[in-house]
């Protein structure tokens, strides 16, 4: 636990540029590309919008990420580095520079979530293969090793016996307390969907509002979802079967315990 | 409905699970024992036989209250909190030598939790039960812990603070089969639901005097006879050697007695309050939007209704209260000692947040129509200021 704890240990950089975020949102056009990496199980998602200029250079750079405090602020700060370089220039941005410029990582997100660079030089390259226009969902390349899936402790030594890869069976969840991390637009319906067989869904989204469309947002805030913002897993924790969460909060920089029986993971 | 306590007129009072008021009968009993009657019990003239009488007959009502076999089996304490020392630090330093694991669950109270952490101090290993979320201790997740090892098993007849009552006699028999000591904290539940150490297997068993409306600073711990405690305080050997120190027969007596008017009203209380309970379970949900019930809907104390109110802060909205003349609990961390929210909260499955919008009304002997009344008139104006001003709120109806 106490090396999950410094996992969340910010730098001054890193918070500010979760806070403020530069550059976020999607271009459009013929010479707009995009980048999209991340893995569901990690909890990140980004989208890397680069505009390319006649002399070849990033004349405009935009991001949109779903992740933990370090996913944004990597993002955010890659595209101040990359912004005005050339194709070339850019494509030699390493994570390394990205966690230099941001005085440092913790370790533990040094891999899973500093995805910046590998989304900006997908975007690069589907620049340079002629893929323009925006990222489709199944597009979605997973650019974190499969191994490190396992950095969420208890995530798979608790798959089946209370965390449950997607979105099915509802049923099984009855009068249970659920944890759904949210993913997509699916993650925010099975909640719901939850809320018929049980009086305790909690949703726990790593961004500030819903990555999802308006009607499903109102929908969760008329039910009775406890809507987590901001919110990472940290850890599962547990004897025989799920008895625990650990909950890093990124708006306070702070960790909790949250008892629950069920953790609903994206497959 | 017996007569109205004086100094309470002022105030709405519905924080009875803090503390009560001394029945004036037991007042009236105690009397004699500071006064006339002021013999040490230890002494063999007759000026302290009438003590020992009066100690003997106070413990065969105790060991009746409870349906102990024999009174030998109650030792007077100072209060809940030394019986409990006595239950745990106690049997475990004794029976070290059987194993060194105790068995707690998440939502004792907090006396419990931190002589548990004095045992894991001095070598001892503690594990934890979970509760569901209507504060009901998993068997399951109990029977799972327990350990070759696992010397003892303590766990509360009901919550204290959400009113849950616990399914001890089936803890007592898994207990029993396993071979494990069984201590229950029945402080919150005593006077209110019935208790029988002998059916449900209980080995030992707090109690506190003043939760039955007798005095403060008087308590006991039964133990069953075979079960072997250190004791904690030494010195002249009273209490068969379990408790020294001259015994407080007065305090005594008055706990005695409060046993026996509590014996003799229990049906009739816990129904005229369990009444008003629902009435203001029902009233809150129905008139309050975004309010909750905390603890289970049907196996809760009679006289506890503990609810939680979303986007405020319940030491807000006790101040409210107290501004009004009406006195209530809560278990937001801004009212605690430590700024941390009520760990019974929390292992609710509930997140600070909303910890921190809880609010406690428990009731007793005393409380009238005209209190329950009181209460749900405020209520919803209290509520909707509060919320008026919360920028949670704000953040919802956006």
């Known amino acids: 636990m106490h090396t999950m704890s410094k996992s969340t240990n910010y730098s001054k950089k890193v918070l500010e540029h979760f806070k403020n975020p530069r550059n976020v949102g999607t271009l459009e056009g013929d010479n707009v590309a995009v980048g999209r990496v991340g893995n569901p199980v990690c909890g990140d998602l980004m989208d890397i919008y680069i505009k390319v200029g006649e002399d070849g250079k990033i004349d405009d750079i935009k991001f949109k990420t779903f992740g933990c405090g370090s996913a944004v602020a990597t993002s955010s700060m890659i595209t101040e580095i990359a912004k005005g370089k050339t194709l070339d220039e850019a494509m030699q941005i390493t994570r390394q520079d990205v966690a230099n410029e941001l005085d440092g990582l913790p370790p533990i997100k040094m891999h899973c979530s500093n995805l910046a660079a590998d989304a900006l030089h997908e975007a690069i390259k589907n620049y340079k293969e002629g893929k323009h226009g925006p990222a489709e969902p199944g597009e979605a390349r997973f650019a974190c090793p499969a191994g490190e899936a396992k950095n969420i402790p208890g995530l798979e030594e608790f798959t089946g016996k209370g965390v449950y890869h997607g979105y099915e069976k509802p049923e099984r969840f009855k009068d249970k307390r659920v944890l759904v991390v949210e993913f997509d637009h699916e993650s925010v319906e099975f909640a719901l969907e939850l809320t018929k067989v049980t009086g305790r869904v909690i949703l726990a989204s790593p961004l500030k509002d819903l990555a999802t469309n308006d009607e499903l947002k109102i929908e969760v805030k008329r039910s009775d979802i406890k809507h987590l913002k901001q919110a990472e897993l940290v850890s599962i924790s547990g004897g025989t079967e799920v008895e625990k969460v650990r909950i890093h909060d990124l708006d306070e920089n702070e960790e909790y315990d949250l008892f629950v029986d069920a953790v609903v993971v994206p497959a | ?398």
């Not at chain 2, 070759?148 to 803890?171: K, R, V, Y």
């Not at chain 2, 006289?303 to 409210?320: K, Q, Y």
Request: net charge negative; glycine share 8%.
């Open chain 2, 1 to 398: 409905m017996r007569w109205k306590v004086v100094g309470t007129e002022k105030v709405v009072y519905l924080d009875y699970q803090s503390s009560k008021p001394v029945d004036p009968d037991v007042i009236a009993a105690m009397m004699p024992y500071m006064t006339e009657k002021f013999g040490n019990a230890s002494s063999l003239h007759e000026v302290g036989d009438w003590s020992t009488e009066a100690l003997d007959a106070s413990r065969r009502v105790i060991a009746k209250f409870i349906n102990a076999n024999d009174p030998e089996e109650i030792v007077f304490t100072s209060g809940a909190t030394e019986a409990s020392n006595l239950a745990l630090v106690g049997f475990a330093t004794r029976n070290r030598q059987k194993g060194k694991h105790v068995i707690i669950s998440e939502v004792e109270h907090i006396s419990i939790h931190n002589i548990a952490k004095f045992l894991v101090k001095n070598g001892f290993e503690v594990s934890k039960v979970p509760v569901d979320f209507t504060g009901t201790v998993r068997l399951d997740k109990l029977a799972e812990r327990i350990r070759p090892d696992t010397i003892l098993i303590s766990i509360q007849h009901a919550s204290n603070e959400i009113g849950t009552i616990q399914p001890i006699a089936e803890i007592g028999k898994l207990a029993r089969e396993k071979g494990i000591a069984f201590h229950v904290d029945a402080v919150a539940s005593e006077g209110q639901v019935p208790i029988d150490v002998q059916r449900d297997n209980v080995d030992m068993l707090t109690l506190s005097s003043n939760d039955i409306y007798g005095p403060r600073g008087v308590g006991a711990l039964y133990v069953r006879k075979g079960i072997s405690v250190n004791p904690l305080i030494i010195g002249g050997g009273q209490e068969r050697g379990l408790r020294s120190g001259t015994e407080d027969v007065a305090g005594i007596v008055g706990f005695a007695k409060a046993a026996e008017i509590s014996m003799a009203n229990m049906a009739t209380e816990s129904t005229r309050l369990k009444l008003w309970r629902d009435q203001i379970i029902e009233k809150v949900l129905e008139t309050v939007p975004r309010s909750h019930l905390n603890g289970h809907k049907v196996n809760r104390l009679p006289n506890n209704a503990h609810f939680r109110f979303d986007f405020i802060e319940g030491e807000s909205m006790l101040i409210s209260f107290k501004a009004k003349g009406v006195a209530v609990s809560t278990g937001s961390a801004c009212s605690s000692k430590t700024l941390e929210p009520s760990h019974t909260l929390i292992s609710l499955g509930l997140l600070h947040e909303e910890a921190h919008g809880s609010l406690e009304v428990t009731l007793g002997r005393w409380t009238t129509q005209h209190d329950v009344d009181t209460f749900l008139e405020l209520l919803p104006g209290i509520v909707k200021r509060l919320r008026d001003l919360s920028p949670l709120t704000k953040k919802e109806e956006a």
